[in-house]
């Protein structure tokens, strides 16, 4: 990880002669304030095609050490990502702790931020590995990895293929890209440690579920622990995206000004065929005839999600639950964000569902839970409740209400809901979880029950 280091260093250096944004000494958070070239790129896409493409030299060999990997990634984010070279002084917990193992430069460009990482912790031979979702990227991750470093475990993340450079790059991706990194990253993992913990978020959960229902599973495995997971849109027509994406010059879903560092902010029919396909192979009827882990599976999402349909997801846990596959079902839980009323009748009884309160001032002003909040803490330096950044697509046809969501002070927070969007003008989709520090803890409380019961 120290030659990425050095090689940070170069790619800086050469970007400041080649990067008209470098000359002007703007940063990812500079850039964001600067108006007029936020709606610059909403209209022309500035930053919506990555450079061209270089060829990589990481096969997904699970005999290739997760250490080239971590350098390879690095290599093609540097060298794809037309702001890679930006300073980005977004300095996480998790960032600072890179900087102390030698991983990272103390001054943090955009590709720094979004490649993925390992966060070793001594000699411990446990890891946990965790998978971003669509349009995400490891960054993703800097807030929760702190949760499990502090349990003791070595933290790696992952790069999706298509991700962490431009959102075209996701037209040239599809599922199996992706599936094929997770599955290099989850049995290199378990090659390098005696205990693991698989993680995803949203589309990254679905990858989780997938592998782990594919045969029998590995006995290092603790658990799989799922954030906001991927089962099924609320838009029932995902299929027809690739006939859509056929269409001559009908490419984008949503256009955005992509000026989110972490995450892609424009949206290409593409991306949409690829996330159907990694839903499709976990829905029940695809799962039935195969063989459920035997492990305990940690779920959390908000029931008012606007992107998930979390009762296919109710109905998806109940099927994974079935106590005569899986002894250690008595251990799952769910970190519930919803309605009692929402919870389906059939739902299993001795599913353990845990609800958190919130009644302090940050909460009162919050219009409920988010899909893309659930990860990120209140103080996240980019994504928190003080932070730069703000998800402002639901404008995405109206200038005015656009720029007031992205620069006007004291708007509300929330899930996009048409409730939510009628009433409070302009409004921001929620980025952070005002539960953070209660999630941690269950967390804890859960990793603590698994290793009880791996002794």
């Given amino acids: 990880m120290k030659f990425i280091t050095l090689v940070a260093i170069s790619l800086t250096i050469s970007g400041l002669f080649s990067s008209p944004l470098m000359?002007?000494?703007?940063?990812?958070?500079?850039?964001?304030?600067?108006?007029?070239?936020?709606?610059?790129?909403?209209?022309?896409?500035?930053?919506?095609?990555?450079?061209?493409?270089?060829?990589?030299?990481?096969?997904?060999?699970?005999?290739?050490?997760?250490?080239?990997?971590?350098?390879?990634?690095?290599?093609q984010i540097s060298s794809e990502n037309p702001r890679a070279n930006l300073p980005c002084p977004v300095y996480t917990d998790t960032y600072q702790q890179l900087v102390a193992q030698g991983s990272r430069p103390e001054n943090a460009t955009i590709a720094d931020l979004i490649s993925p990482f390992e966060l070793k912790h001594g000699n411990s031979r446990k890891a946990v590995l965790l998978i971003h979702g669509l349009t995400d990227s490891p960054f993703t991750y800097h807030d929760l990895a702190q949760v499990y470093y502090q349990q003791g475990y070595t933290v790696r993340t992952i790069l999706l293929p298509g991700h962490g450079t431009a959102p075209a790059a996701l037209r040239d991706m599809d599922a199996d890209d992706w599936r094929t990194a997770s599955i290099y990253a989850i049995e290199r993992t378990l090659k390098d440690f005696d205990q693991v913990i698989l993680g995803g978020y949203?589309?990254?959960?679905?990858?989780?579920?997938?592998?782990?229902?594919?045969?029998?599973?590995?006995?290092?495995?603790?658990?799989?622990?799922?954030?906001?997971?991927?089962?099924?849109p609320h838009n029932k027509n995902g299929w027809l995206a690739k006939w859509i994406d056929a269409i001559p010059f009908v490419n984008?879903?949503?256009?955005?000004?992509?000026?989110?560092?972490?995450?892609?902010?424009?949206?290409?029919?593409?991306?949409?065929?690829?996330?159907?396909?990694?839903?499709?192979?976990?829905?029940?009827?695809?799962?039935?005839?195969?063989?459920?882990?035997?492990?305990?599976?940690?779920?959390?999402?908000?029931?008012?999600?606007?992107?998930?349909?979390?009762?296919v997801t109710f109905k998806l846990l109940a099927a994974l639950h079935d106590p005569k596959k899986r002894i250690k079902n008595k251990l799952d839980r769910l970190i519930y964000y919803g309605d009692d009323s929402n919870i389906p009748t059939n739902f299993p009884t001795d599913y353990k569902i845990i609800r958190d309160d919130c009644d302090n001032d940050t909460c009162k002003k919050i219009q409920g839970m988010s899909h893309i909040g659930i990860v990120n803490k209140p103080s996240n330096p980019y994504y928190g409740q003080h932070a730069y950044y703000r998800n402002c697509g639901s404008y995405l046809d109206d200038d005015t209400l656009y720029k007031a969501c992205k620069y006007q002070e004291n708007i509300v927070f929330g899930e996009r809901t048409e409730?939510?969007?009628?009433?409070?003008?302009?409004?921001?989709?929620?980025?952070?979880?005002?539960?953070?520090?209660?999630?941690?803890?269950?967390?804890?409380d859960f990793i603590n029950d698994i290793e009880s019961a791996a002794r």
Wanted: charged share 20%; with cysteine; net charge negative.
């Fill in 419 to 444: 409730a939510n969007l009628a009433k409070h003008k302009p409004f921001a989709r929620l980025t952070f979880n005002p539960y953070f520090d209660k999630l941690a803890m269950h967390i804890n």
């Fill in 252 to 311: 984008w879903i949503d256009k955005d000004a992509d000026l989110d560092f972490a995450k892609y902010e424009s949206f290409p029919f593409s991306a949409a065929t690829a996330s159907h396909q990694a839903m499709s192979r976990i829905n029940i009827d695809e799962l039935a005839p195969r063989q459920l882990p035997n492990i305990a599976l940690f779920t959390t999402f908000s029931d008012i999600d606007t992107t998930i349909d979390n009762q």
């Fill in 202 to 232: 949203s589309t990254g959960a679905a990858l989780v579920i997938d592998y782990l229902t594919q045969g029998p599973t590995n006995e290092k495995i603790l658990a799989a622990m799922l954030f906001s997971p991927a089962t099924e």
């Fill in 23 to 75: 000359a002007q000494q703007q940063t990812c958070l500079t850039q964001l304030k600067d108006q007029a070239l936020m709606m610059k790129s909403k209209r022309e896409g500035l930053f919506r095609e990555p450079l061209p493409r270089t060829q990589s030299t990481f096969s997904f060999n699970t005999e290739q050490a997760f250490s080239d990997y971590l350098t390879a990634a690095y290599l």
